[in-house]
């Protein structure tokens, strides 16, 4: 087999793979084991029934499928004894398979499986940032950087015009002369700031339950709004009847505790935007998760206040979760939808359990603020 045919092959392997997770992703989104098989830049993604291919070799005059003495109906494999018994053997058993991902190619089918619109900036500032990229070959360079499919081409060339190939015992030996290398070449590209504040409230009524559904989806939004901007700054913020900014560990392990003051999140929200990210160079990004359990109407009003008067004119959008509790009134989404529902980057969205996270996101995402 050809290096271009085994680089193929491995080509349409990533697209079935890419088809299967795209099948389950609801199951995927609704599932937090994938988080905790994220690394830097890859997710590892549990897939059943699934193979790499490759080859196996065996011994001369074995046979196989279709080979020796049969009849049609007879069991591939010999069988002695009922299921579970017989001898300890030693084949391997049915496994399921990790496949890893980068993180832009789980946000490529994100986008296309919830149909997301690619995000088109506020006209703000740019930052820009400097990438090497690989623009052709040449004949010398490092040894990491050897583009071993161009030199074995380079090689087969030179032995079929001299007249050493042999067809029957195809061999390719390459020789110092063969040898070809990746070229690089520094590009500048314009890239736009983007800041991330997530909001939660961690009173008594948001339980462990509440708190995964968050982690869940934060880490579903950050996917796609990473890939969207490179260099995405990210701020936590917890709240019961105050608000602190914490690192993200502290956002997801915070013990619940306390009432509910929900202007204190927006109030810190406003606080951080105003001395940290300028409107005209950044994109601002605003996620509070409740159960909508606010402490008076009073606060209701006063939230109401803020976010008309300062936070939705700042940001591209402002998305609010409400998570079902079996303590919150959930009064508040109904509030924002009846006093607010004329700001188009204000986004509601409800999520009564883990298999409605992947509808939420859509809600957020969907339309391309």
């Not at 936590?236 to 509910?260: M, Q």
Request: proline share 4%; glycine share 8%; with cysteine.
């Amino acid at each position: 087999m050809t290096l271009m045919n085994m680089e193929n092959d491995y080509n349409r392997f990533r697209q079935i793979i890419k088809g299967k997770i795209k099948e389950n992703l609801r199951k995927y989104i609704s599932n937090g084991e994938m988080i905790g098989r994220k690394g830097k830049e890859l997710v590892s993604i549990p897939l059943p029934q699934i193979d790499i291919p490759r080859f196996r070799f065996g011994q001369p005059g074995q046979g196989g499928v279709a080979q020796g003495d049969g009849n049609p109906g007879d069991p591939l494999s010999p069988s002695d004894g009922e299921e579970g018994e017989g001898q300890a053997g030693n084949e391997p058993g049915a496994h399921v398979r990790e496949v890893e991902l980068t993180m832009d190619e789980l946000a490529e089918i994100l986008g296309e499986e919830l149909e997301l619109p690619n995000i088109e900036p506020r006209g703000k500032k740019e930052i820009v940032s400097h990438k090497d990229r690989y623009t052709g070959i040449r004949r010398v360079g490092p040894e990491s950087l050897r583009h071993h499919k161009r030199t074995f081409k380079e090689a087969l060339k030179r032995q079929i015009i001299s007249g050493q190939f042999n067809v029957e015992k195809p061999r390719i030996v390459p020789i110092r002369d063969d040898y070809r290398y990746r070229s690089w070449k520094t590009t500048t590209k314009p890239e736009s700031n983007a800041v991330i504040i997530y909001m939660m409230d961690v009173s008594g009524s948001m339980g462990e339950e509440q708190k995964e559904i968050v982690r869940l989806e934060t880490f579903w939004i950050d996917t796609w709004l990473h890939y969207q901007y490179k260099g995405l700054k990210t701020r936590y913020i917890v709240h019961d009847a105050r608000a602190y900014e914490v690192d993200r560990e502290t956002f997801f392990t915070l013990k619940e505790n306390g009432g509910t003051v929900i202007s204190t999140a927006y109030e810190l929200a406003l606080k951080i935007i105003e001395k940290d990210y300028p409107v005209d160079e950044w994109n601002i990004y605003a996620f509070h998760f409740s159960d909508g359990d606010n402490w008076s109407r009073d606060d209701n009003k006063y939230c109401l206040e803020l976010l008309r008067d300062h936070l939705l004119p700042k940001v591209n959008m402002f998305g609010y979760g409400q998570v079902e509790s079996t303590y919150g009134s959930g009064e508040f989404i109904e509030f924002l939808e009846q006093h607010l529902n004329e700001w188009d980057n204000l986004i509601l969205s409800w999520i009564e359990s883990k298999n409605d996270i992947y509808d939420s996101i859509k809600d957020f995402l969907g339309r391309g603020k």
